[in-house]
């Protein structure tokens, strides 16, 4: 089989030590499978770079990772030194409007071993998949500031919807939706306050449920949204959002499932015109970097799901059964109540994989 190319990007802070523990894994499973992994890792796209060259990454930034069939990412974000929209518009969310990854998949799951903080839930009751818009929507350089620094100040930040980029998550999630036992889709939407983008996101959304007859569809105001995740999370099947609702979503639902050390997001370009960018949920965490507790199950899984996307289905489930038996069994960082470092769980996931 072909060699996969997978191009690495640590990041800052937490993103630093749950990377090696991604790539533990990850070529734990290689050995295992038989699959050829070519890793080149990037030294760019971290705050620290910035502080050195003024720059978050290198002029030809795109050209260097455009032929990499995949790109595996840490976190980014040095607020002490670096403006989060500076570090961030640099890198990350570069990559995902130039490399044109337009859904952000994003799964939550109670797992066995796992405290659930809300009441009453076993593993198995919360199982969906949030996929968020990923390329426009709320996240704009769209605006501007008048009258700056008098008591006049106006500030105006634009959203962008467009009728494509807002067809294709819409198709995606309704194929996703269709493809799964329940067939049951809720839209997020907020029609009744954001008078013009949103409603017109409905319409999109009922004219894209005519082709989906067996899809439920449920379209939720995302005020309501919220606190059903919290109150019947059992419901959720698959929720589709835009960029800054589905962003809320995919750390409130991992937070109801315990902790969000374990979410893992892939960032697809499906047409595969381009690398998909697989990471975590969270951030550079640097409240707890440099200590090695970062929970790097979310790391982890973001590899699973990258080797899912290059074909490997079968290396993707050993390693979610390898998480889930080391969740159930031990051993456990801190956010889910033990005192292992990011180290030991790195290993005994890695250890347990079995085709
Ligand atoms: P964060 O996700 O970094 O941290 C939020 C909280 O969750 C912290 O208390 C942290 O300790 C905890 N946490 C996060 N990941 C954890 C893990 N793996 N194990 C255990 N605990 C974990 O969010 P923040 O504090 O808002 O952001 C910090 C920096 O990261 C900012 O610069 C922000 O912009 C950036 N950020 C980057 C990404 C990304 O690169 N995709 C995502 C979110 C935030
Ligand atoms: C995420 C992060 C990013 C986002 C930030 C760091 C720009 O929170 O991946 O969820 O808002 O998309
Ligand atoms: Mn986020």
């Avoid at 009751?125 to 501007?144: A, H, K, P, Q, S």
């Avoid at 100040?153 to 998550?169: A, P």
């Avoid at 949103?198 to 319409?203: A, I, S």
């Amino acid at each position: 089989s072909q060699t996969l190319k997978i191009a690495t990007i640590a990041g800052d802070g937490i993103g630093k030590e749950v990377m090696p523990e991604g790539l533990r894994v990850l070529r734990a499973a290689s050995q295992q499978f038989n699959i050829p992994l070519e890793i080149q890792t990037f030294d760019w796209a971290n705050c620290d770079y910035y502080q050195q060259t003024g720059e978050m990454m290198p002029a030809d930034w795109k050209a260097q990772l455009q032929g990499f069939d995949a790109i595996y990412f840490g976190a980014v974000g040095w607020p002490a030194t670096t403006p989060d929209h500076v570090s961030l518009w640099g890198s990350l969310l570069k990559f995902r409007r130039e490399f044109d990854q337009y859904i952000n998949l994003r799964p939550v799951r109670l797992f066995e071993g796992v405290p659930c903080p809300l009441a009453g839930r076993k593993a198995g009751d919360i199982d969906f998949l949030v996929v968020r818009e990923n390329t426009e929507g709320e996240y704009t350089n769209l605006g501007g500031v008048l009258f700056e620094g008098t008591d006049r100040e106006i500030v105006i930040q634009e959203s962008v919807f467009s009728r494509i980029g807002t067809d294709r998550v819409l198709r995606y999630a309704f194929e996703l939706a269709n493809q799964r036992p329940r067939k049951s889709l809720t839209v997020a939407t907020k029609s009744n306050g954001i008078a013009i983008s949103m409603p017109w996101w409905d319409k999109r959304a009922d004219a894209m449920a005519a082709n989906y007859p067996e899809v439920a569809v449920d379209k939720q105001h995302i005020d309501i949204l919220s606190a059903r995740f919290v109150l019947q999370p059992q419901r959720f099947d698959v929720v589709v959002a835009s960029n800054l609702f589905g962003d809320i979503l995919s750390d409130l639902g991992p937070a109801c499932t315990g902790t969000i050390g374990l979410a893992p997001s892939a960032n697809l370009n499906p047409e595969r015109n381009f690398p998909s960018l697989f990471e975590p949920v969270h951030g550079s965490a640097p409240d707890i970097y440099g200590k090695g507790i970062a929970n790097p199950i979310a790391m982890i899984w973001s590899g699973a799901m990258m080797l899912q996307f290059l074909g490997y289905a079968d290396a993707h489930d050993a390693i979610l059964k390898s998480v889930e038996d080391i969740l159930k069994a031990g051993p456990h960082t801190p956010d889910l109540g033990g005192q292992a470092s990011t180290q030991d769980v790195g290993k005994a996931i890695a250890q347990n994989i079995n085709t």
